[in-house]
C-alpha cells in the first residue's frame, strides 16, 4: 500500500526523484499528525475567536454582512426576477438580462473603488443603496409606486 501510494503521489505531483517522492510523503504525515492534534479542539477555536476583540469583531461583522445579504432579498430578485418583470416590460427576459448585466458592471465598479475608497465605507454606500432599493421594489410591488419605477 505504501509503494503504491507513493507510486501514485510521483505520478500525480509530477515528480522526478524518490527524494522529491519521501519529501511530499513527509508533508503528508506532518500534515495529517497535525490535524489529528487539532481534532476536539474546535470549542477551544471558538473561545479563541471570542476572546481576542479583532477578531472578535471581524467574525461577528461576516456574520452581519452575510446575514444582510440573505435576508435583504436580492437572492429573492435574482430567483424571481422573469416573474417580477411579468406584466412590466414586454420581454421579461430582457428584465432579468439587465438585472445581471447591472451586477456584473456594479461588482466591477467596486472593485475599481474598494482600495481608493475604503472597504467600510464602500460597504455602507452599498448597504444604504440596497435598502432604498428594497423599499421601492416593495412598494413597487403593493402598488403605492408606478411598476417601471422597481427596474
Not at 458592471?105 to 448597504?127: E, F, N, Q
Amino acid at each position: 500500500n505504501s509503494l503504491r501510494a507513493r507510486y501514485i503521489i510521483k505520478r500525480l505531483r509530477g515528480l522526478r526523484n524518490e527524494q522529491e517522492v519521501e519529501q511530499e510523503v513527509g508533508n503528508f504525515i506532518i500534515g495529517e499528525t497535525a490535524q489529528h492534534q487539532d481534532e476536539g479542539s474546535e470549542a477551544s477555536i471558538v473561545k479563541e475567536l471570542l476572546s481576542h476583540r479583532k477578531r472578535r469583531m471581524l467574525l461577528i461583522s461576516s456574520l452581519v454582512l452575510q446575514m444582510g445579504q440573505q435576508l435583504s432579498g436580492i437572492n429573492a430578485v435574482f430567483y424571481y426576477s422573469t416573474s417580477f418583470f411579468d406584466g412590466v416590460i414586454s420581454s421579461p427576459l430582457v428584465g432579468t438580462t439587465i438585472i445581471g448585466a447591472v451586477n456584473v458592471a456594479a461588482t466591477y465598479v467596486a472593485l475599481l473603488l474598494m482600495d481608493s475608497c475604503g472597504r467600510k465605507s464602500l460597504i455602507l454606500w452599498s448597504s444604504g443603496g440596497m435598502f432604498l432599493s428594497c423599499i421601492v421594489v416593495v412598494l413597487s410591488l403593493l402598488g403605492f409606486l408606478n411598476n417601471i419605477l422597481a427596474l
